[in-house]
C-alpha cells in the first residue's frame, strides 16, 4: 500500500510537537508494517523552508530525515495535476467561505450588503491532494476536511 504523508505529519515528528508529535510517529510505526511512504514536491519544499529555520544543511538533513524513514520524493503525473488543477477550480469559484476542519460552506455578507469569500488553502494544498488522490492509497494529514470534500483517498488523521 502507497501511504502519501502531508507536510503536518512530518512537522508534528521533526519538531517534536507537544500536541501531535507521539500520535503521528505511532500512526507511521502502524502503518509502516504493510506501507511504502511518498511526499509530493510540495510537501518536500514545505519541509525544506522549516529546516531552513533550524539547520544549517536544510536539503541534507532533510534527505537524511527521508532516508531513516523510508520516505520516497513522488513526482507529479499529468493527471495528479489535472486533479488538483480541477479542485483547485471548484474550489477558488466558490463564493462561500468554507470551514477549515469540515469543508462546509458558510455565506457570510458585510453590512453593505457584499459577499465575503475567503480562500484558506492555497493550489499548494490541492496539488498535494491531488497527488495522493492519483499516486498513494491513503493520506495521513490533519486536515481531513477539505481533503475529504474534495479528493478521492482514503484520510488517516493521527489526531482523532
Known sequence: MI???????????????????????????????DSFFVISPEVYSELISAFQRVSENPQGELDEFLDEKSISLSEHTSQSLGVAGRKWHEYANSDLVRCPSCGDKQEIECKCGEKITWRNHIITDFMIGGHAETEADKLVTRD???????????????GK
Open 3 to 33: 501511504v502519501a504523508l502531508d507536510t503536518n505529519i512530518l512537522l508534528d515528528i521533526l519538531f517534536d510537537d507537544q500536541n501531535f508529535s507521539v500520535q503521528s510517529q505511532n500512526t507511521l510505526e502502524t502503518l509502516s508494517q
Open 144 to 158: 481531513e476536511g477539505y481533503f475529504q470534500k474534495y479528493f478521492d483517498v482514503d484520510i488517516v488523521n493521527p
